[in-house]
Structures are given as structure tokens and as C-alpha cells.
DNA sequence: AGTGTATCCTGCAGGC
DNA sequence: TGCCTGCAGGATACAC
């Protein structure tokens, strides 16, 4: 569910709310969440600072005291939500998953309806060798076309696969990997490699503008996504193909189409995306 | 190297 | 109302 910047808007949310905090203690509720024991989880955080919040692809990335990072990948219906007074919370929180109690009251309380989230502390080292695994941010000002391009062209597999696989670029999900095809004009089969130089410079452009357009509307939420303050993001009206199948295509008015492979939903519009470049 | 499939889990919409 | 199927912003592991 939350791509990138559904993650950089909770991540901006959140960052102000729980810095400076002090992990006084760990309620488990679900420790399949856990990369780890229960009991390790609340060793490695007890008693810690939040010194910064950020984020890596899809990943929320809390920096603690005593190097060490707390890392969080929110699944499909992950949430990280703020809670000022013990008291008063659970309102958001309907299916909480971990609750991280600071010092002089209020909470972090993870909630997760699927529970496909992932909570994982670790030493900053640990975490740096697991970052390097992860390919370029795409806002990044080293994310360049011609890097796209170099990188699609190793690769056989379909364009939308090729931008989902969190090894190549971090951070893009179903949406955004069909919105930026649709604005490229390139078909989410195209084998990556079949994608000339401009193919590639036009869903480097895309890719970026719908990212930035997205964090501007605070996300796109569809069923669960809510941001660290429980509001929906706005983008979703602003959507040109994803979820839309036989609906017009904005730019053409050809139905779009829906197609699965990969076990999930690929949406295009056959006119503007032939599948033959 | 790539693809198809299954798995984790819950909730919702739609058909009957 | 209930029961069924299919579907969902993700990630991983497996066999072929």
C-alpha cells in the first residue's frame, strides 16, 4: 500500500511528533510483525532516543540513540500513528500490531489490519548493508535518465516489473509504476531492455513528476492508507489509469484496460501505450 | 534470469 | 441475511 510518498508523508508528519522521545516501553500485540523475538525487539529499543525519522524507499527509518535504527516497512495497510496521552489513543487505532510507550506519556502505536508490515531493529551498520541493497532514490539528483536507462537495458523483464523490484529503484509501487508508464506512453510489458533513450528519459520525467505530484496531495488513499495525523491523501482523484479499467483514457478517451501479471493488476490505455514500440 | 504460484492476514464489494 | 469469490498501495520463497 503506502509507496513513497505515502512513507515521505507520514515519515514528515511524524518526524516533528516523536524526535526527541524516549522508548520507555514496547507492548507487543502481534510478533509477526517482528523481524526478531519479542523480546530482543524491546532490548534493542528500550530505554532509547529518537534522535531522527526518514525514509529509504518504502521504509520508514527511525534513528535512535546508541546507533541504532528502528526500521519499519508498512505492508499493504501499515500505520504509524502518534498518540499524545496513553489515555486517549486507539481511536485510529483499530488493529494495533506494537506500541512503543515514550517517557512522560504518549505513544507510537503501530497498527497494521494485515499485518504484512514488517518492524525490524537493528544496528546502523546492519541497516547501512541493507540499504545499499535497495536501488536509487528517484527524486535523488543521481537518479538521471541516462542511470534509468542503463539500468532498464540489462534487463529483460516488463517494464512495470523492472520498477516495482525494490532492488532496481526504491520506493515504487503498483500505482505509481502504472501512472508513470501511462505518462511515458510505454506498455508496463515492454521488456525493460526494449526501452530506448527515450522511452527511458520520458518515464524518468514521469516517474518523478508523479512522485512529487503525489507527496504535494499527501499520497493517494484508496481503502486504508492514512497519513501520522489519520487524514487521507488526496491524489487518488488524480489518478489517470490506475483502478480505472473501462474508463476513459484522459489523453485519448480509449477505454483503459487491466491487465494481471506478476499476480497483480497492470492498468494502461491500449492507444497510448501500444505494446509494440 | 525471468515467471508463475503460493504465502503471510483481514476486510470489503459484488453476485446469487 | 448469509455464503461465496475475487480483490487489495507489499515482500519473499519456491519450483520450473
Not at 528519459?201 to 512522485?211: D, E, I, K, N, T
Amino acid at each position: 500500500m503506502p509507496e513513497l510518498p505515502e512513507v515521505e508523508t507520514i515519515v514528515r508528519g511524524l518526524r516533528p511528533r516523536i524526535v526527541g522521545r524516549v522508548v520507555e516501553e514496547v507492548e507487543v500485540v502481534h510478533d509477526d510483525v517482528l523481524a526478531s523475538p519479542a523480546a530482543d525487539f524491546r532490548a534493542c529499543l528500550g530505554g532509547r532516543t529518537v534522535q531522527d525519522v526518514g525514509r529509504r524507499g518504502k521504509n520508514v527509518v527511525a534513528r535512535l540513540s546508541g546507533d541504532t535504527v528502528l526500521r519499519v516497512n508498512l505492508g499493504m495497510t501499515g500505520r504509524l500513528l502518534p498518540v499524545e496521552e496513553h489515555a486517549e489513543l486507539s481511536e485510529e487505532a483499530t488493529h494495533p500490531a506494537v506500541r512503543l510507550l515514550f517517557r512522560n506519556g504518549g505513544a507510537l502505536v503501530y497498527d497494521d489490519t494485515r499485518r504484512f508490515g514488517l518492524l525490524e531493529c537493528l544496528s546502523s551498520e546492519a541497516w547501512e548493508r541493507k540499504a545499499a541493497e535497495l536501488g536509487p532514490e528517484p527524486l535523488s539528483p543521481t537518479f538521471t535518465a541516462r542511470r534509468l536507462h542503463e539500468g532498464l537495458a540489462r534487463s529483460r523483464s516488463p517494464a512495470r516489473s523492472w520498477l516495482l523490484d525494490q532492488r532496481r529503484v526504491a520506493g515504487v509501487g503498483n500505482i505509481y509504476a502504472n501512472e508513470a508508464l501511462h505518462g511515458a506512453r510505454v506498455h508496463p510489458r515492454r521488456p525493460a531492455e526494449s526501452l530506448s533513450r527515450d522511452d527511458a528519459a520520458r518515464l524518468h520525467r514521469a516517474l518523478r513528476s508523479v512522485l512529487r505530484r503525489a507527496i504535494e496531495a499527501r499520497g493517494t488513499t484508496l481503502h486504508d492508507y492514512r497519513d501520522s495525523e489519520g487524514d487521507r491523501g488526496a491524489f487518488a482523484r488524480s489518478l489517470e489509469v490506475y483502478g480505472r479499467e473501462g474508463e476513459p483514457c484522459l489523453r485519448c478517451e480509449t477505454p483503459v484496460e487491466r491487465l494481471v501479471f506478476g499476480s497483480r493488476s497492470a492498468f494502461l490505455c491500449p492507444a497510448c501505450q501500444p505494446e509494440a514500440p
